[in-house]
């Protein structure tokens, strides 16, 4: 069956990818969809209708003549085509070659850490991951935006310093603080990262939203592209073996780690170059898992209920139960930034809310169960870090039902979720640092 | 009959301020109505449209606002303003002066080769 709004609206998102204003968009649309209407009218069928009435409209601009050239079914395949005109022709391969160049260089930033006589595995390479990958993202996205100099170097500046802190700082057993900076450092940086993003708009609303959206289609891109490697490297060892020769070093040492890199840069190319494809097919993912999740949340509280055990005696589900609060924000997140403003209220409206309201629950749940922990065995910098984002979670989602029902009474406009979430980004980015910075030199670096 | 590009241009602005002196419109009306209105003759198309009529709004001759369609559609709708009145009434006499020259020296031309052939 043909799926007229679906279509329509994918051609509307392709205009915004390519440049046009939100009033142009929308008023094109409204104009193909008259049109779409008339030659139904006439006795054409809808996608007949939609196809003709796409041509038609092809002269709007270079733009939309160029989508309907390109078939939705198989939009995979103009993924890395070139395009036609030439000055962009030429960028893109400039671009191709700057990722191509990056990830080479980023791998061999990799390496370092063996000078200092740091395995691959080791903690002191884990704590450095992000220095690896994300300041050669920042370089490639200020480059691309054309960003100033003075954006560049400073963005480049603070992974300098925070590299140096974070290694300068000593680390006594049982290593608990370092394994929280382990974890949280890539959580701040790549919120730095994102000021490269933005570029001088950081602040706005708008560009943190389109921040929020670039996230989440890195994840799925990356998860895609790392999916993929991870089957080369099997099969690479698996027909080497076959003829006698062990590859495990040679994939253990060079291939995850300059694939890994390419892999990070490649996805941050893509999502920006092809935005429209993982547009199309990101909102889709978000709305399949987020009832999954929901469904999934519900049981379990209510197994919980029922046979009335605590879930959170272990330390280990409690970090796995903030993951879980982090993924389904991460989905609400996602479902918000990828949401059309103009859209009226739809299921996946109310079923957000559920899900926040769920997650509220649970979080709720695990919040005492870290507070029973705390007065039980003392403080430890563990807790204390669960702690603060259960409480941050805590307080996202809460501001964010409210928000939600209020914009349910029409007493507010959708905008207004937008523009508290993203001001909240900021509280985020301080609790990392805080944790990165200040928790080691409290807990005297153990 | 194909209008040439240079008088589609040049006709597009007086015809959108006449259409709009008759009521507010939208993109796709002002092309329905030009065609209709032309028995099919005139037919412009919307890359042509949408610049012209972004320009006028520009410039302070129309203006636009939201209302919804019958079906529940958000459509852009144009609306003259006395700016560009005083702009159509501008082009019309320019229209007037040009079809009068033209139409008399036809005329005249006309006359003259029926006089030669007395």
């Keep these: 069956m043909f799926d007229l709004e679906h279509n329509v609206k994918s051609w509307g998102d392709y205009l915004r990818s390519k440049g046009l204003s939100e009033t142009d968009v929308v008023e094109l649309e409204s104009h193909l969809l008259d049109q779409i209407d008339d030659l139904v009218n006439s006795g054409l069928s809808q996608e007949e209708a939609f196809i003709i009435s796409v041509k038609r409209l092809g002269n709007v601009n270079m733009i ?43 791998g061999t930033t990799a390496k370092i850490p063996y000078l200092f006589g740091a395995d691959v595995g080791s903690i002191v390479f884990f704590k450095n991951i992000s220095f690896y990958v994300l300041p050669f993202i920042a370089y490639f996205l200020t480059t691309k935006h054309s960003s ?16 140096m802190i974070i290694n300068f700082y000593p680390s006594y057993e049982p290593y608990h603080t370092e394994i929280l900076t382990t974890i949280h450092l890539p959580l701040l940086l790549w919120l730095v990262t994102g000021v490269a993003y933005m570029g001088k708009d950081w602040r706005t609303s708008k560009a943190r939203m389109d921040f929020l959206r670039f996230t989440g289609e890195c994840v799925i891109y990356g998860s895609l592209l790392m999916l993929g ?44 170059a092809k935005k429209s494809v993982v547009e199309n097919f990101a909102p889709i993912l978000a709305k ?73 629950i649970v979080d709720c749940v695990a919040l005492s169960a870290i507070v029973f922990r705390l007065s039980e065995y003392g403080i430890t910098p563990n807790k204390l870090a669960a702690l603060g984002e259960n409480i941050l979670l805590l307080i996202n989602l809460i501001a964010l039902l ?34 990165v910075l200040v928790f080691p030199i409290v807990f005297h670096f153990r | 009959m194909d209008l040439s590009k240079d008088l589609v241009a ?4 007086p015809l959108i301020l006449a259409i709009l002196r008759q009521h507010d419109s939208y993109g796709y009306e002002i092309i329905k109505t030009i065609k209709e209105t032309s028995s099919n003759e005139i037919v412009w198309t919307e890359g042509m449209l949408y610049p012209v009529l972004h ?36 082009h019309t006499k320019q229209w007037e002066l040009v079809y009068f020259v033209l139409s008399s020296t036809l005329n005249a031309s006309s006359k003259e080769r029926v006089d030669s052939d007395v």
């Design chain 1, 64 to 106: 939309s003549e160029e989508y309907s050239k390109i078939n939705t079914e198989n939009l995979w395949k103009h993924l890395l085509v070139d395009s036609t005109d030439p000055t962009a022709k030429s960028r893109n391969r400039r671009q191709i070659l700057l990722v191509i160049l990056l990830s080479l260089l980023a």
């Design chain 1, 148 to 163: 100033t100099m003075k954006l560049r170097w400073s963005l480049l500046g603070v992974f300098a310093v925070m590299c």
């Design chain 1, 229 to 272: 490697l991870m089957v080369l490297m099997m099969f690479t060892i698996m027909i080497f073996q076959s003829i006698s020769i062990e590859l495990e070093w040679f994939v253990e040492d060079h291939l995850i780690i300059y694939g890994g890199t390419a892999v990070a840069l490649i996805t941050v190319y893509l999502v920006g």
């Design chain 1, 288 to 360: 399949i898992f987020s009832p999954l999740f929901l469904l999934t949340m519900l049981a379990f509280l209510s197994v919980m209920v029922i046979t009335r055990t605590s879930p959170f005696m272990e330390r280990e589900f409690l970090i796995g139960f903030d993951l879980l609060l982090g993924v389904v924000l991460g989905i609400v997140l996602y479902t918000i930034s990828a949401r059309n403003l103009y859209e009226k209220q739809t299921i996946f409206d109310y079923l957000n809310t559920a899900l926040i309201a769920v997650a509220i």
């Design chain 1, 402 to 435: 409210v928000l939600y029902i209020r914009y349910f009474a029409s007493k507010i406009e959708f905008k207004r979720i937008e523009t508290w979430q993203t001001k909240y980004l900021t509280v985020y980015a301080i609790w990392f640092a805080i944790v």
């Design chain 2, 10 to 13: 040049a006709s597009a602005t």
């Design chain 2, 55 to 90: 320009r006028l709004e520009k410039n302070g001759l129309i203006e636009s606002y939201w209302k919804l369609s019958p079906e529940g559609r958000r459509r852009k709708y144009y609306r003259l303003k006395a700016k560009g009145l005083l702009e159509l009434e501008e």
